[in-house]
């Protein structure tokens, strides 16, 4: 037998966008931690490398 629920009333969850941005909105706490880590971390090393190449660079003309 199929599981068919027509318009009898029944309210269905997926139906609306409400409950389904809840759900999107939804994420493990895990995954919202190391997210925004990951660009944050490359940042930083980059301006370090950045850093270097400008004091390396002053050094050799200042030599």
């Given at each position: 037998?199929a599981?068919?629920?027509?318009?009898?009333?029944?309210?269905?969850p997926?139906?609306?966008?409400?409950m389904f941005?809840?759900?999107v909105d939804?994420?493990?706490?895990?995954?919202?931690?190391?997210?925004?880590s990951?660009p944050?971390?490359?940042?930083?090393?980059g301006?370090?490398?950045?850093?270097?190449i400008?004091?390396?660079?002053?050094?050799?003309?200042?030599?």
């Amino acid at each position: 037998m199929a599981n068919t629920q027509g318009p009898q009333g029944n309210h269905d969850p997926s139906g609306s966008t409400q409950m389904f941005r809840a759900f999107v909105d939804e994420a493990p706490a895990g995954r919202q931690q190391q997210a925004p880590s990951g660009p944050r971390v490359g940042l930083i090393i980059g301006v370090i490398v950045a850093v270097a190449i400008v004091a390396a660079v002053a050094w050799l003309a200042l030599k």
